[in-house]
């Protein structure tokens, strides 16, 4: 029987990327689904050898079936699916897609409770300063989703078995079992909300999409000094090029600088008021 408390939740929001993918590094391509990001990694050459990290909001599986396709042809499902976190925003399809797909999906020993039915995420915090979209977050779901028949946990070495160039890194602060993932030779990241590229409060900049290196998101983060120790460790690996779950991906200059800028003031610039 399936279990998923996120079925037909459809959230009123989008922004001006919604549907408009793009390629991150030639392998890794980013398709905004609403206000967040799925990533697919994988050469379109080898149509069988993909990865999906993320699954989107609730109901968008058919777009994501479709952007798929149309990457990697006609019934070329993945290898596997790679969780960041199990919010609702990155779970929204997953029932969905692993009934389909039939595929292993991987996350951290410390988020599984939440992608297997037996524990809550914490209510969202609409009070955070920051914007509209913190304010309607007192209606974004918490129960989690259940997928016990697929989930596996990722390997204590920091291997990711579908993915052998990359690694994960633990990222914990916005959630207790949040990871990011990193292939040293290309120094490329997917960050999940570890930290993001627009300010995800801000109903106005979510929609245009305006891009600076932020926080994660306030409205769902409950540990703040783990947070802050998160984005000190991503910064310190140096990436040249980084994709998150919210906002455009960046590159170079920009991502140097703001991510460097975000770990050495992040009281200032992360933290809600009554949290710093």
């Known amino acids: 029987m399936r279990k998923d408390p996120l079925d037909k939740k459809v959230m009123p929001l989008t922004s001006a990327a919604s549907g408009k993918g793009h390629s991150v590094v030639p392998d890794v391509y980013c398709f905004p689904v609403q206000i967040v990001n799925v990533y697919f990694i994988g050469d379109p050459d080898r149509p069988k050898e993909w990865v999906l990290v993320d699954a989107g909001m609730p109901e968008s599986e058919e777009k994501i079936l479709e952007e798929a396709e149309e990457r990697f042809g006609e019934n070329n499902h993945p290898k596997a699916v790679v969780l960041t976190h199990g ?158 779950g919210h906002g455009w991906p960046v590159r170079g200059d920009f991502l140097h600088t703001g991510l460097q800028d975000l770990a050495d003031r992040f009281q200032e610039l992360a933290v809600p008021e009554k949290d710093s």
């Open 87 to 244: 919010h609702f925003d990155h779970v929204g399809a997953l029932v969905e897609l692993a009934e389909k797909w039939n595929v292993p999906v991987y996350v951290h020993e410390k988020e599984l409770p939440y992608v297997t039915g037996k524990q809550e995420y914490m209510d969202p915090d609409p009070k955070v300063d920051g914007g509209m979209v913190a304010k309607m977050s007192k209606m974004y779901p918490t129960k989690p989703v259940d997928i016990s028949e697929y989930v596996r946990t990722l390997p204590a070495d920091g291997s990711i078995p579908p993915l052998p160039e990359w690694e994960w890194i633990h990222t914990p602060g916005h959630t207790p079992g949040h990871v990011s993932l990193f292939r040293r030779k290309d120094k490329t990241l997917i960050a999940g909300d570890a930290f993001v590229t627009v300010q995800q409060e801000s109903l106005y900049k979510v929609i245009k999409q305006e891009k600076e290196i932020s926080g994660p998101p306030r409205y769902l983060t409950p540990d703040w000094k783990e947070a802050e120790s998160s984005v000190k460790k991503l910064a310190a690996l140096e990436p040249e090029t980084a994709g998150t």
